[in-house]
């Protein structure tokens, strides 16, 4: 499945100096499109096409479908650097798969902006001075979550994610906060739908709540079938588990689960109202987290394209790390491994009229970065 996508320079005159440049920025989207986790992909595809179009940036895009399958997405990089000569990358929603192609794409001096994925390799010893996470790194939410969890008096958790680079990358992330016991740690199959035997064990445990992290379907039905277990232990998560099209399809099962995040529709931050109102326009639906982060990498991207040419890459990365846009998740900027420095919050899933969704309760970590810069030598 391929879709070409031409935003260009009928807009580039409102700009001004800065959009002068002759040559469009052409970027190859890799993003999941079709299969489960598809919505992921979907929105981060939207919400990064509505800031190219909101900013007139004389920007291309060639949006493909990685069907979340790594070899799939590393033949379809492979073309996108090779034959259409794109210079810069985004869009790739899972870890594995961004461990898969990133690596490569950066060695060949091709920009990547990550959307979504942001696994502990690339934020550390594996980072690259062309790869720049504009969502998070994978412990950030978790790492929130069990600070909140302890400074509320959770005493004992149970532990449930999938057995690959980012289910593992959370979990450690919230243990490296959270200071009470561990009931039990549970790695499940990637894209299981089953989860009978999970919940019998946490149904069994002494856990006073139970963390999970299963992104796109594998949350809804995990959800789904706890509810209706008659299981009794609270929940949290990171938002992923628990954004507004997870919340479409959990519906009010969901309700009063608590879940962290760098973003809310009902964050009081300039431009952030405007992009869910813009959003819900152009698509006829809420925007989620992922269509956020899609929407403040077309938003960096734009802010990058007006200030320098892509083909001056010291000077593409040197306003890439300016970060010179108004996120629509308040302040951000880049740590020096090109990972954001953010504020992440606690949200509560709430009924609002007929409509299952988040409000924000309170701040989870202020100002939070990652573990691994440290190990980031560039």
């Known amino acids: 499945m391929k879709l070409k996508v031409i935003l260009a320079a009928a807009c580039a005159a409102a700009l001004g100096a800065g959009a002068a440049y002759s040559e469009p920025v052409k970027v190859g989207m890799i993003t999941t499109l079709s299969g489960g986790g598809a919505g992921l992909g979907i929105d981060v595809r939207d919400g990064f096409l509505l800031a190219v179009k909101k900013t007139g940036a004389d920007i291309d895009t060639i949006v493909v479908d990685d069907q979340r399958k790594p070899d799939v997405a590393v033949q379809l990089a492979d073309k996108l650097v090779q034959q259409d000569k794109v210079d810069v990358l985004t869009g790739l929603i899972w870890s594995n798969i961004a461990m898969a192609v990133v690596p490569s794409v950066t060695a060949q001096g091709k920009f990547y902006l990550s959307p979504n994925a942001g696994p502990s390799a690339l934020a550390g010893k594996g ?8 969502s998070w790194q ?4 978790n790492e929130a979550a069990g600070a909140w969890a302890s400074d509320n008096g959770i005493k004992n958790v149970f532990l449930l994610a999938p057995n690959y680079p980012a289910g593992k990358d959370m979990i450690a992330g919230f243990k490296r ?4 016991n561990i009931a039990d740690e549970v790695y499940t199959k990637l894209g299981q739908t089953d989860y009978a035997a999970e919940i019998a064990k946490i149904k069994a445990s002494d856990a ?3 963390y999970y992290f299963l992104p796109g379907g594998m949350g809804i039905s995990f959800m789904k079938q706890y509810a209706g277990s ?14 507004q099209g997870i919340l479409g399809a959990i519906g009010e099962a969901a309700l ?18 405007e992009f869910v109102a813009d959003f819900q326009e152009a698509y006829g639906r809420l925007p989620s987290l992922y269509a956020a982060q899609g929407y403040d990498t077309g938003l960096l991207l734009a802010s990058a394209a007006e200030k320098a040419d892509v083909n001056d890459a010291d000077a593409f990365r040197k306003a890439l790390e300016a970060a010179d846009f108004q996120s629509v998740r308040g302040a951000f900027k880049f740590a020096p491994n090109h990972h954001p420095i953010q504020t992440i919050y606690m949200r509560e899933v709430v009924k609002e009229g007929d409509v299952v969704t988040n409000k924000i309760i309170g701040v989870a970590a202020k100002d939070h970065t990652d573990v691994y810069g440290k190990d980031c030598k560039m």
């Open 127 to 134: 980072c690259n001075k062309n790869y720049f996470n504009v």
């Open 138 to 141: 994978n412990d950030a939410f």
């Open 177 to 180: 906060f959270y200071k009470g």
């Open 208 to 210: 006073d709540l139970v």
């Open 230 to 243: 008659g299981a009794d232990k609270q929940v949290m998560g990171p938002a992923f588990s628990f954004d």
């Open 256 to 273: 009063g689960v608590k879940n962290t995040s760098h973003w809310s529709k009902d964050l009081d931050v300039p431009g952030n109202a």
